[in-house]
T-cell receptor, first 109, second 113 residues
Framework: RKEVEQDPGPFNVPEGATVAFNCTYS??????FFWYRQDCRKEPKLLMS???SGNEDGRFTAQLNRASQYISLLIRDSKLSDSATYLC??????????FGQGTELSVKP | DAGVTQSPTHLIKTRGQQVTLRCSPK?????VSWYQQALGQGPQFIFQ???????QRGNFPDRFSGHQFPNYSSELNVNALLLGDSALYLC????????????FGPGTRLTVL
């Protein structure tokens, strides 16, 4: 079983749609959680950290359920510029980041 | 303020050769981590350097080794290259006290023929 699992997609959605990504992790000792965004042939960039209380950054909402070992990302009012691969990431210990496979999002006009 | 830089950007090698990749961390950062990203996959943790020592290591063979210099820059060395080593190699830097915030460089794309 992979340590971090994501649906690879691709998710093809129209502009303005709401899209949700899910992720599960296997190691209950995971300490912190993130969503990264990666554009084609570029480096990953931190989109947002994820907290148990849930957190929001504009159109983006992230949630963590430690009991279920489940992480989610919701994107509202999708823009063309949101097209990218979204990586679910957990920090096991001391900065050892474990990445999911990534979920590809394509937003169409 | 320069971000994380890596060199070279692209590299082509043949099986059995050795390669050295270089990384300069973001200004002020003292910790460097290396990741391998195969096509269509997420990055995989190779190892992490702090105070010129390897502090953590992922599930990679001894052919993968590294070094960190007093100025915090780092090198990744891969010996006896295999076709399967073809990937994007990413360097990420952070403060030791805040591992959560890791900033990635643009990567080195290695092709092994």
């Amino acid at each position: 079983r992979k340590e971090v699992e994501q649906d690879p997609g691709p998710f093809n959605v129209p502009e303005g749609a709401t899209v949700a990504f899910n992720c599960t992790y296997s190691n209950s000792a995971s300490q912190s959680f993130f969503w990264y965004r990666q554009d084609c042939r570029k480096e990953p960039k931190l989109l947002m950290s994820v907290y148990s209380s849930g957190n929001e950054d504009g159109r983006f909402t992230a949630q963590l359920n430690r009991a279920s070992q489940y992480i989610s990302l919701l994107i509202r009012d999708s823009k063309l510029s949101d097209s990218a691969t979204y990586l679910c990431v957990v920090n096991l210990q001391g900065g050892k980041l474990i990445f999911g496979q990534g979920t590809e999002l394509s937003v169409k006009p | 303020d320069a971000g994380v830089t890596q060199s070279p950007t692209h590299l082509i090698k043949t099986r059995g050769q050795q390669v050295t990749l270089r990384c300069s961390p973001k200004s002020g950062h003292d910790t460097v981590s290396w990741y391998q990203q195969a096509l269509g996959q997420g990055p995989q943790f190779i190892f992490q350097y702090y105070e010129e020592e390897e502090r953590q290591r992922g599930n990679f063979p001894d052919r993968f080794s590294g070094h960190q210099f007093p100025n915090y820059s780092s090198e990744l060395n891969v010996n006896a290259l295999l076709l399967g080593d073809s990937a994007l190699y990413l360097c990420a830097s952070s403060f030791a006290e805040s591992y959560n915030e890791q900033f990635f460089g643009p990567g080195t794309r290695l092709t092994v023929l």
